[in-house]
């Protein structure tokens, strides 16, 4: 089993840039396909991003294209996202993930994105 740590949200000003990390533990990190997802307040999961185990093949959602980057670290067991000008409509829980659908997520990291 999966233990995922999200990390590295924040309040930041829209145009601005994050950098989330999920650590993970407890299985062979660089078998697996990993994903990050976010859920706006009131809105359900939404799969924004996708990263292959060998780290060099990766999805976007239209919404974060050309924004978001998805990147992993297999010997340090690490999934990044880089997030670059950010909008207010980024705003929500951040969470990675074993699948698109969210299974194996962590407590999330929390991105607000206001001036």
């Known amino acids: 089993q999966v233990q995922l740590v999200e990390s590295g949200g924040g309040l930041v000003q829209p145009g601005g840039s994050l950098r989330l990390s999920c650590a993970a533990s407890?299985?062979?990190?660089?078998?697996?396909?990993m994903y990050w997802v976010r859920q706006a307040p009131g809105k359900g999961l939404e799969w924004i991003s996708s990263i292959n185990s060998a780290g060099d093949g990766t999805n976007y959602a239209d919404s974060v294209k050309g924004r978001f980057t998805i990147s992993r670290d297999n010997v340090k067991k690490t999934l990044y996202l880089q997030m670059n000008s950010l909008k207010p409509e980024d705003t929500a829980l951040y969470y990675c993930a074993t699948n698109e659908n969210g299974d194996g997520r962590g407590q999330g990291t929390q991105v607000t994105v206001s001036s």
């Open positions: 407890g299985v062979t990190f660089r078998w697996y396909r």
